[in-house]
């Protein structure tokens, strides 16, 4: 194999997991631990991944995508499946929380579709709309300070109205996972603090999770993964995979 062929393999390999070793290569692509090594420093050197201690690591970018209603058009189909697998998890006469995230608009949704008997409290002004007209939900609206860009209220005001009510499940949004660092990130310090409050309040947690959220990070820093009971996803590569079962987290 061409050293050029073999340098795409890799960048594609890391994207895919996420981190890769120098012995799996080496393994992988039949040269030696040096050859990998020369390898890695190249591909650092064209900004194509990161290389950490024994092997690489995908590069990891913010994009910025503060507008949480501009996301709704991403990624349609896997939200679908997320939001109907974290329904599935849901019983009848549940307390449950849906935060700031578009697969939450959806789970909302589906609750409605479906005329299931739940509490949901929210923080989200779209799935206050979605479920305002809803007799078989019990409706709880956190409010608090406006955040007008992620179409919700978060704050102290909002931590506050949380002190009071515990809940079966949470289902929260994510905009970044680093399995290497064990950090899960949003970008909003204020959104940041009433997610860990939620965490405290739930019996059962789910982050909502697209796989690439795992190449992706926000500026806040809120959760480690083995703060959450489980990650509903659309996909995981086998190291991901690997490295959440290590963590005792439930892979929907």
Same mark, same amino acid.
């Given at each position: 194999?061409?050293?050029?062929?073999?340098?795409?393999?890799?960048?594609?390999?890391?994207?895919?997991?996420?981190?890769?070793?120098?012995?799996?290569?080496?393994?992988?692509?039949?040269?030696?631990?040096?050859?990998?090594?020369?390898?890695?420093?190249?591909?650092?050197?064209?900004?194509?991944?990161?290389? *950490?201690?024994? !092997?690489? %690591?995908?590069?990891?970018?913010?994009?910025?995508?503060?507008?949480? /209603?501009? =996301? #709704?058009?991403?990624?349609?189909?896997?939200?679908?499946?997320?939001?109907?697998?974290?329904?599935?998890?849901?019983?009848?006469?549940?307390?449950?929380?849906?935060?700031?995230?578009?697969?939450?608009?959806?789970?909302?949704?589906?609750?409605?579709?479906?005329?299931?008997?739940?509490?949901?409290?929210?923080?989200?002004?779209?799935?206050?709309?979605?479920?305002?007209?809803?007799?078989?939900?019990?409706? *709880?609206?956190? !409010?608090? %300070?406006?955040?007008?860009?992620?179409?919700?209220?978060?704050?102290? /005001?909002? =931590? #506050?109205?949380?002190?009071?009510?515990?809940?079966?499940?949470?289902?929260?949004?994510?905009?970044?996972?680093?399995?290497?660092?064990?950090?899960?990130?949003?970008?909003?310090?204020?959104?940041?603090?009433?997610?860990?409050?939620?965490?405290?309040?739930?019996?059962?947690?789910?982050?909502?999770?697209?796989?690439?959220?795992?190449?992706?990070?926000?500026?806040?820093?809120?959760?480690?993964?083995?703060?959450?009971?489980?990650?509903?996803?659309?996909?995981?590569?086998?190291?991901?995979?690997?490295?959440?079962?290590?963590?005792?987290?439930?892979?929907?």
């Amino acid at each position: 194999m061409l050293a050029k062929e073999r340098h795409s393999r890799i960048v594609q390999d890391v994207n895919e997991a996420g981190f890769v070793s120098v012995r799996d290569l080496s393994q992988r692509y039949e040269v030696t631990e040096d050859c990998i090594r020369k390898d890695l420093r190249s591909l650092e050197d064209a900004h194509l991944l990161e290389r *950490i201690h024994g !092997g690489a %690591a995908a590069i990891r970018q913010n994009i910025h995508a503060y507008d949480a /209603l501009s =996301r #709704q058009d991403q990624n349609i189909e896997e939200k679908k499946i997320m939001a109907e697998k974290a329904v599935s998890l849901i019983h009848e006469q549940e307390v449950i929380y849906l935060d700031l995230s578009t697969t939450s608009l959806r789970i909302a949704e589906i609750l409605a579709e479906q005329n299931r008997h739940v509490t949901v409290a929210t923080n989200m002004i779209a799935i206050l709309d979605a479920l305002k007209k809803q007799d078989s939900v019990s409706l *709880i609206f956190i !409010g608090g %300070a406006l955040n007008a860009t992620h179409d919700g209220f978060t704050g102290t /005001l909002a =931590r #506050q109205a949380l002190s009071c009510l515990r809940f079966d499940q949470a289902f929260l949004g994510v905009v970044g996972v680093d399995l290497r660092t064990r950090s899960i990130t949003t970008y909003d310090p204020d959104d940041a603090a009433l997610k860990q409050a939620v965490l405290e309040r739930a019996q059962a947690s789910y982050m909502l999770c697209e796989h690439e959220k795992f190449q992706q990070e926000g500026h806040c820093v809120y959760a480690g993964p083995d703060d959450f009971s489980g990650i509903i996803s659309d996909r995981l590569s086998e190291q991901e995979e690997k490295q959440l079962r290590q963590s005792g987290i439930r892979i929907v």
